[in-house]
């Protein structure tokens, strides 16, 4: 970063919105930490189970943003940046996974036929969304386009859990889901003092209430679902969901 680029993201804003030992702050660096971990969790179950652990949307919206965040967006915070690298370097990892793992999980002929392509489309697609909302509506270091990522994110898993529940419940962790609902709720927490600070011209941060409320209740249904399904899998139950669906006749074309 420059530091006209500094200067321009600074000027006239609070010092302690861009402070990283605010308590605010930590608060967000240690749920930082949390989504790394959660991140670390979801790429060993990913790799015993040979498959990946999140939603596909989530991963390409992700690695999107995380790129932007990593390589294009300023950052006046050296440790805020240290994390963008960090996840970014680590969801490689995850994209290798979903593009190793993934055609083979696909239901839908094809999908699994133009897996490839369809990754790299939505990937590219989803960037170029986060960085114009970022440049029109002024989304410091694109916080509010990470959390509505984090939303679509959080719903997306639900259906996964319903998904991979058919398949033997492959890719899913107990441990990356509560790891993710602590680590939103921590950077929650820290993103509502930071852009009330550093964006005074703001009316109200009542979508990011929304967003974050959201987020929260949708981990933490994830986060049930998947603990007791695991638990139902360690005591030697067949979960209901495992059980083979029935299927409707096919009727005759007329």
């Known amino acids: 970063m420059t530091s006209a680029e500094l200067n321009a993201l600074t000027a006239g804003v609070d010092p302690r919105a861009f402070d990283p030992f605010s308590w605010f702050n930590i608060v967000g660096e240690i749920g930082c930490v949390f989504?790394?971990?959660?991140?670390?969790?979801?790429?060993?179950?990913?790799?015993?189970?040979?498959?990946?652990?999140?939603?596909?949307?989530?991963?390409?919206?992700?690695?999107?943003?995380?790129?932007?965040?990593?390589?294009?967006?300023?950052?006046?915070?050296?440790?805020?940046?240290?994390?963008?690298?960090i996840w970014f370097f680590v969801d490689v990892l995850i994209v290798y996974q979903l593009l190793r793992y993934g055609a083979a999980l696909q239901r839908i002929?094809?999908?699994?036929?133009?897996?490839?392509?369809?990754?790299?489309?939505?990937?590219?697609?989803?960037?170029?969304?986060?960085?114009?909302?970022?440049?029109?509506?002024?989304?410091?270091?694109?916080l509010v386009g990470a959390f509505m990522i984090n939303l679509i994110m959080s719903v997306a898993f639900v259906f996964f859990f319903f998904e991979r529940?058919?398949?033997?419940?492959?890719?899913?962790?107990?441990?990356?889901?509560?790891?993710?609902?602590?680590?939103?709720?921590?950077?929650?927490?820290?993103?509502?003092?930071?852009?009330?600070?550093?964006?005074?011209?703001?009316?109200?941060?009542?979508?990011?209430?929304?967003?974050s409320a959201s987020i929260f209740l949708v981990d933490l249904?994830?986060?049930?679902?998947?603990?007791?399904?695991?638990?139902?899998?360690?005591?030697g139950e067949t979960p209901l969901e495992q059980q083979e669906e029935p299927r409707a006749p096919l009727r005759e074309a007329a």
């Not at 949307?57 to 940046?81: D, G, M, Q, R, T």
């Open 35 to 85: 989504w790394v971990i959660a991140y670390v969790f979801a790429i060993r179950q990913g790799f015993k189970d040979r498959a990946y652990g999140l939603p596909l949307i989530a991963i390409c919206l992700n690695f999107a943003w995380e790129f932007l965040a990593s390589w294009v967006i300023p950052n006046p915070v050296p440790l805020w940046h240290a994390f963008d690298r």
């Open 221 to 235: 249904v994830y986060a049930v679902l998947v603990t007791r399904w695991a638990a139902q899998v360690k005591r």
């Open 109 to 142: 002929p094809e999908v699994r036929r133009y897996f490839s392509p369809l990754v790299v489309v939505t990937t590219v697609m989803g960037g170029i969304g986060l960085y114009t909302f970022y440049l029109q509506y002024r989304d410091l270091l694109a």
């Open 165 to 211: 529940r058919h398949q033997g419940g492959r890719g899913l962790s107990v441990p990356a889901a509560w790891c993710k609902l602590l680590g939103t709720l921590g950077t929650s927490i820290e993103c509502h003092y930071v852009i009330g600070m550093a964006e005074p011209w703001l009316p109200s941060l009542s979508f990011l209430h929304f967003l």
